[in-house]
């Protein structure tokens, strides 16, 4: 049966890293719905592709028609997992992953009971480190998400899984065996 899975933990923590490596191991496995964001596009990005890059009124009036099945503000911008996205996949039998912060993970917990909440965690320094080496946030931004991660960080008991990225090919192993294994006892 296809599953969906929500994948979350700090900014940081290698979360689309580890994705990566699981899919380009096992690729049928899940695909990964794309969410709606008003954040600014960074380099490499493409929409549609990472994301669909909204303009805060276009964000708004999809807010408004229901379109999302949650939305938060992260970081100062906002961010949206899109209903359309989850159950087009779903309903082609095909298992989906969502990669979200903590608060809208909870919420899709709370809509959708049988998805599986996959927590990565990883050491704070390593988060600074990795956070300053992608050169894609600004100081205060970093400063700002690990903030966010201590928040975050609180919320793993609530997640059905904690994957902890010390070492990126054991990590991306775990979470393999990890989601292959709530597929097996679907
Ligand atoms: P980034 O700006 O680094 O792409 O994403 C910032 C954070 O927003 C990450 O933790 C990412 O997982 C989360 N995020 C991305 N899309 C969504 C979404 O649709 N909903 C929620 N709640 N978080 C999202």
């Known amino acids: 049966m296809a599953r969906l899975f929500v994948i979350s933990g700090p900014s940081g923590?290698?979360?689309g890293t580890l994705i990566r490596g699981v899919l380009e191991v096992s690729p049928e496995l899940a695909r990964v719905a794309?969410?709606?964001?008003?954040?600014t596009m960074r380099p490499g990005e493409v929409?549609?592709?990472?994301?669909?890059?909204?303009s805060a009124d276009?964000?708004?009036?999809?807010?408004?028609?229901?379109?999302?099945?949650?939305?938060?503000?992260?970081?100062?911008?906002?961010y949206g997992t899109l209903?359309?996205?989850?159950?087009?996949?779903?309903?082609?039998?095909q298992s989906v992953i969502l990669e979200l912060e903590v608060d809208g993970s909870l919420v899709i917990k709370e809509r959708r009971p049988d998805a599986v909440l996959i927590f990565i965690d990883c050491p704070t320094d390593d988060l600074h480190r990795r956070l300053?080496?992608?050169?894609?946030?600004?100081?205060?931004?970093?400063?700002d998400r690990l903030r966010i991660a201590d928040e975050q960080a609180q919320h793993k008991g609530a997640f059905d899984h904690v994957v902890v990225n010390e070492?990126?090919?054991r990590?991306?192993?775990?979470?393999?065996?990890?989601?292959?294994r709530e597929l097996e006892c679907s």
């Open 47 to 54: 929409d549609g592709r990472e994301y669909f890059f909204l």
């Open 13 to 15: 923590a290698g979360k």
């Open 83 to 93: 209903k359309s996205e989850i159950d087009g996949l779903l309903a082609g039998g």
């Open 167 to 169: 070492e990126v090919n």
């Open 34 to 39: 794309r969410s709606a964001t008003t954040r």
């Open 132 to 143: 300053v080496a992608r050169q894609t946030e600004m100081a205060g931004e970093i400063a």
């Open 171 to 180: 990590a991306v192993h775990e979470l393999l065996t990890t989601m292959e």
């Open 58 to 78: 276009e964000f708004d009036r999809r807010v408004g028609v229901g379109e999302f099945e949650e939305h938060v503000e992260f970081a100062g911008n906002r």
